[in-house]
C-alpha cells in the first residue's frame, strides 16, 4: 500500500508486526451485540447437526458424532448461509484492518467457523493456507474472529512468528495433497510457535503464507473461530488451487469493499500447486487424515 495513505484503525506498529512476524491480534474488536448474534445462529447451526448421520454441503461432524448426540466441528461457508456472517464480513470491524494491510479493494476467498467444542474439539495439524490457494500476489490473510475468550488451554490458534518470509512447505502425502506439513521436516522448531490469545470479540489476522495450526480442545470450556480469507482484488488464485469460485461473474461478486479489476498482479513468490487432489474430498479435517505424521 502507498505509504501516504492514511490509516484507518492499525499503528505504523502494528502494521510494522504485521509485515515481520505475519501476524497481527486485536484485542476486542468486534462489539458484544454483534457476538451475542452469531452465538445464537451458531446453536440453530447445531440443532441443523442433529440427525445427521455425515457430513453434508453445510457442517462437517466431528468423528464422534452421532445423530441423537450431535457434534458439530465447522459450518463450511458461513458468509453464504446467514446474514449474521455476511454483515460482519462486510462492516468495518472486520474490514477496516484488513484494508490498513492490503489496501482498500478487498474480495472474500472464502469462509469457515472451526468449533472447537470443550472436551474434543479437533486439532488442526500445521499447514499454510498458502499452500491450499497460491494466488498471483500474497497479499491474502486470514480474519480470526474470537466467539469464545481463547487461552493456552483451550486449543487456540497458533502460528510461526516470521514463517510467511519462508519457504511453501510441502503439503504432500505419497504424492497426494494431505492439507498438512511436516513439521519434523521443517526447520521450524514448535518452541517457537506462538498462541494467538484474547477475550473474546478480538479478531487475529494472519498472512496467508504464516505456518498455523491448533491443538485439540480438551478443556471445559469451547472456542469457536470464524474465519474470513481476504485478498487484494489483484490477487487472483492459480490454477489447481483450491479455490471455490463457479465462474468469473461469481468470483467477481465476492468484492467486499472498493473496486474489483481484470488485471492481476504478479508478484514472486514460492508456490506449491495442490494437486492432485485426496481421494477423500471435504473439509481439511477429512483431508488431514491422511497424514502419516501428526503433531496434535
Ligand atoms: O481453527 C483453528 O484453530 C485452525 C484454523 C485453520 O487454520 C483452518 O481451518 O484452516
Not at 37 to 54: C, D, H
Not at 179 to 188: K, N, Q
Amino acid at each position: 500500500m502507498d505509504a501516504e495513505t492514511r490509516r484507518e484503525v492499525l499503528s505504523d506498529t502494528q502494521v510494522r508486526h504485521y509485515r515481520e512476524r505475519g501476524y497481527l491480534v486485536l484485542e476486542r474488536r468486534i462489539p458484544e451485540d454483534v457476538l451475542q448474534a452469531i452465538r445464537r445462529e451458531i446453536a440453530r447451526f447445531v440443532e441443523e447437526a442433529r440427525g445427521l448421520t455425515a457430513s453434508n454441503a453445510r457442517l462437517d461432524l466431528e468423528d464422534s458424532h452421532r445423530p441423537e448426540a450431535p457434534r458439530l466441528r465447522r459450518v463450511k461457508a458461513p458468509y453464504q448461509l446467514s446474514s449474521v456472517f455476511r454483515d460482519l464480513a462486510r462492516s468495518d470491524w472486520v474490514l477496516a484492518p484488513v484494508r490498513d494491510l492490503l489496501g482498500p479493494n478487498l474480495r472474500l476467498h472464502g469462509s469457515k467457523l472451526n468449533m472447537k467444542a470443550a472436551g474434543y474439539g479437533a486439532a488442526v495439524e500445521w499447514h499454510q493456507d498458502w499452500a491450499f490457494y497460491p494466488h498471483s500476489n500474497d497479499d491474502v490473510l486470514a480474519v480470526g474472529v474470537m466467539i469464545d475468550d481463547m487461552a493456552a488451554e483451550n486449543g487456540p490458534l497458533m502460528v510461526f512468528p516470521a514463517s510467511h518470509e519462508g519457504p511453501v512447505h510441502d503439503h504432500h502425502s505419497d504424492g497426494v495433497f494431505a492439507g498438512a506439513m511436516d513439521l519434523g521436516a521443517s526447520a521450524l522448531d514448535p518452541q517457537d510457535a506462538v498462541m494467538l490469545t484474547g477475550p473474546a470479540g478480538s479478531i487475529s489476522l494472519h498472512h496467508v503464507r504464516t505456518v498455523h495450526g491448533s491443538a485439540v480442545n480438551r478443556s471445559d470450556r469451547d472456542r469457536r473461530l470464524l474465519l474470513y480469507e481476504i485478498a487484494a482484488a489483484d490477487a487472483f488464485p492459480l490454477v489447481g488451487s483450491t479455490s471455490p469460485y463457479e465462474d468469473f461473474a461469481e468470483f467477481q461478486s465476492r468484492m467486499l469493499c472498493g473496486q474489483a479489476t481484470q488485471e492481476p498482479r504478479l508478484r514472486a513468490a514460492p508456490v506449491r500447486i495442490p494437486q492432485p487432489p485426496p481421494a477423500t474430498q471435504g473439509s481439511i479435517y477429512e483431508i488431514q487424515k491422511a497424514l502419516k505424521a501428526r503433531s496434535f
